[in-house]
């Protein structure tokens, strides 16, 4: 069975930096997308950042030159580096994995990310 599992969600304060790990398990094939959003009970679900096979990314506007997405291939594991965090990171970020031709990674950050999602790790920036 695949599984998805994040983990290195906590607490920072403004300014400071959360490194976020995801771990896709049981897939038989190459993974197509990877990439993370967010939720948080105030705003609407957003799309992060996304990384597909070849390793093109893509960020979300309010992320871009602050978060860095990137991946292990040979373990099949996400990170996202977060940097100058704000309260406005504040969320449940979960990891997605998404395979086939129209993914996650096909229209940005925009596209709704069906595929695989972790139980999420949240992550919690104080001012």
Avoid: H
Avoid at 65 to 70: A, L, Q, Y
């Amino acid at each position: 069975d695949v599984r998805v599992v994040e983990s290195g969600g906590g607490s920072a304060q403004a300014g400071g930096s959360l490194r976020l790990s995801c771990a896709a398990t049981g897939y038989s094939v190459k993974i197509d997308c990877m990439g993370w959003t967010r939720q948080s009970p105030d705003k609407a679900r957003e799309g992060v950042a996304t990384i597909d096979s070849d390793g093109s990314t893509s960020y979300a506007d309010s992320v871009k030159g602050r978060f860095t997405i990137s991946k292990d291939n040979a373990k099949n594991t996400l990170y996202l580096q977060m940097n100058s965090l704000t309260a406005e990171d504040t969320a449940m970020y979960y990891c997605v994995v998404d395979q086939g031709v129209d993914t996650y990674c096909s229209g940005g950050t925009t596209l709704y990310p069906f595929g695989d999602w972790g139980q999420g790790t949240q992550v919690t920036v104080s001012s």
